[in-house]
Nanobody, 126 residues
Framework: QWQLVESGGASVQAGASLNLSCAAS????????MGWFRQAPEKEREPVAA????????HYSGSVRGRFTIARDDAKNTLYLQMNSLKSEDTAVYFC???????????????????WGQGTQVTVGH
């Protein structure tokens, strides 16, 4: 059974950087398109970034494009999210998710993802 474990969340000041990691255990990591989502208090979970099985394709929400970078290391079964120029509105619990697929494209919507981590808290102060 898949297990996804996020790490790297912290409390930082605006303008700082963080690098989130998501370690995946069991299974063939390269069979899965991966994504990062976030959920702020009293808000719906929203997609942040997605990467295809091969890493060839990536996609970002408009609010993070140019500041966040998603990457994967299949040799380490690990997904990353490099977050730069953090803003207070980035404060949320960040989740990684996995979608087993034959497609070479990205997966964007939450309902396509079957595996989820428990989340890691990111808090950005003013």
């Amino acid at each position: 059974q898949w297990q996804l474990v996020e790490s790297g969340g912290a409390s930082v000041q605006a303008g700082a950087s963080l690098n989130l990691s998501c370690a995946a255990s069991i299974g063939t990591f390269s069979d899965y398109a991966m994504g990062w989502f976030r959920q702020a208090p009293e808000k719906e979970r929203e997609p942040v970034a997605a990467i295809s099985r091969t890493g060839e394709f990536t996609h970002y929400s408009g609010s993070v494009r140019g500041r966040f970078t998603i990457a994967r290391d299949d040799a380490k079964n690990t997904l990353y999210l490099q977050m730069n120029s953090l803003k207070s509105e980035d404060t949320a619990v960040y989740f990684c998710a996995a979608h087993r697929t034959l497609s070479l494209g990205i997966t964007w919507t939450a309902d396509k993802y079957s595996e989820w981590g428990q989340g890691t808290q990111v808090t950005v102060g003013h």
